[in-house]
């Protein structure tokens, strides 16, 4: 085994500087079948989370070339879809935040394909799905900030505030014109939010790219969202596993996996307590509170933009408005209930 850490960057995030170290941990692990052997890497640099990415390859140098490749890209989504902080020579979301209430500003096609998927699944779900909510989520966002800082002190927003910051999220007021890529806010105060779809859609673009390397069998896990391709080389599939959310000491469950996406939105994401409530980060538009249908919604199916469009939509849909638009594109459900119950869709894999 050998260890390689580069890093540093300082990362400024929710206005605190915080150390970003960039950890790549390559795992050799002797395979003896056709001549591959599995290796891993870890970046926590990318989507505020821990991402792994394991593949069987023919060498150390093989891999190491891959990873850095999809490393590079995902470092570049992650900074256009930044809705906290812009970089050098780029707008990105933040830009957008800063700039497009008053005015067009331009952006790359990758952004603009973002902002387009996201506009038209907020049709799909019926307005749940919303990257304009981002004024209501901003005040979730700096209640759950004040509540590391002050756990005693703990409280959700202003109901007033939260209603106020509402008339401020109509995605029609988000004008994009896809040909031009540029994009203006027709409400100066309307702020994006790509939370609930960033993560997924730089995970199909890597999808795209592993697979245009002629990588045949690997995984990529994005905490807990997980595409694979291929099975390992002795012939099983991907194993996945699932956490319960209100119960990360119990046991976990799993279930396999082959050439698809597995994402899954829960409760146990950034989320803060205040007077025994669990205030968690997936936000009812219509409520303007957390979602309370659901502890955990797991959707597998290929493609994993749509995978974390859906995994948050559906949270918030009931299970028969869900069952419908998980129907509508080919994926397999599983949600959890506050009682621990599940209800499933019929192909969901068989869970262990
Ligand atoms: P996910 O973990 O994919 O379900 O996404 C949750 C994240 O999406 C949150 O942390 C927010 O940034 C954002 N979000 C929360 N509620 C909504 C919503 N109703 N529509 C769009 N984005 C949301
Ligand atoms: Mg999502």
């Known amino acids: 085994m050998s260890v390689i850490c580069k890093a540093l960057r300082k990362h400024k995030q929710h206005g605190k500087a915080m150390a970003a170290l960039l950890l790549c941990v390559l795992l050799l692990l002797p395979c003896g079948c056709g001549g591959v052997q599995k290796y891993s890497v870890t970046f926590i640099d990318v989507f505020d989370t821990v991402t792994t990415f394991t593949a069987y390859a023919?060498?150390?140098?093989?891999?190491?070339?891959?990873?850095?490749?999809?490393?590079?890209?995902?470092?570049?989504?992650?900074?256009?879809?930044?809705?906290?902080?812009e970089y050098p020579g780029m707008n990105n979301l933040c830009t957008l935040n800063h700039l497009a209430g008053s005015g067009e500003v331009q952006v790359d096609r990758v952004t603009m394909d973002l902002l387009a998927f996201s506009a038209a699944l907020y049709g799909e779900s019926g307005g749940r799905l919303n990257v304009a909510l981002g004024a209501v989520l901003a005040l979730w966002h700096q209640a759950r900030e004040a509540a590391a800082e002050d756990p005693a002190g703990a409280r959700a927003p202003e109901e007033s505030l939260l209603r106020e910051a509402a008339q401020h999220c109509r995605i029609q007021d988000l004008a994009l014109d896809e040909e031009a890529c540029t994009v203006r806010f027709l409400d100066p105060e309307l702020k994006l939010d790509v939370g609930a779809v960033a993560k997924g859609f730089a995970q199909s673009r890597a999808m795209a790219l592993l697979d245009g390397a002629g990588c045949t069998a690997w995984l990529l896990n994005m905490g807990g969202s997980v595409c694979c391709r291929g099975r390992k080389p002795d012939g099983t599939p991907w194993t996945i596993g699932l956490e319960d959310p209100l119960d990360k000491s119990g046991p976990m469950r799993s279930f396999p996996l082959t050439d698809a996406s597995a994402v899954t939105s829960g409760v146990d994401q950034r989320y803060f307590l205040a007077d025994g409530v669990r205030y968690h980060h997936i936000i009812d538009p219509e409520t303007l509170y957390?979602?309370?249908?659901?502890?955990?919604?797991?959707?597998?199916?290929?493609?994993?933009?749509?995978?974390?469009?859906?995994?948050?939509?559906?949270?918030?849909?009931?299970?028969?408005?869900?069952?419908?638009?998980?129907?509508?594109?080919?994926?397999?459900?599983?949600?959890?209930?506050?009682?621990?119950?599940?209800?499933?869709?019929?192909?969901?894999?068989?869970?262990?």
């Not at 891999?63 to 850095?68: G, H, K, R, S, V």
């Not at 490749?69 to 879809?81: A, V």
């Open 58 to 85: 023919g060498s150390r140098g093989e891999f190491d070339a891959l990873a850095e490749r999809l490393h590079e890209q995902l470092l570049e989504d992650h900074r256009r879809f930044d809705v906290y902080r």
């Open 290 to 352: 957390p979602g309370t249908r659901y502890t955990q919604v797991t959707v597998v199916l290929p493609d994993p933009a749509l995978g974390d469009a859906l995994s948050t939509a559906l949270f918030l849909l009931d299970t028969e408005a869900g069952r419908a638009l998980a129907e509508k594109y080919a994926s397999e459900v599983l949600w959890m209930l506050p009682d621990g119950s599940q209800v499933k869709t019929d192909g969901f894999p068989a869970l262990k």
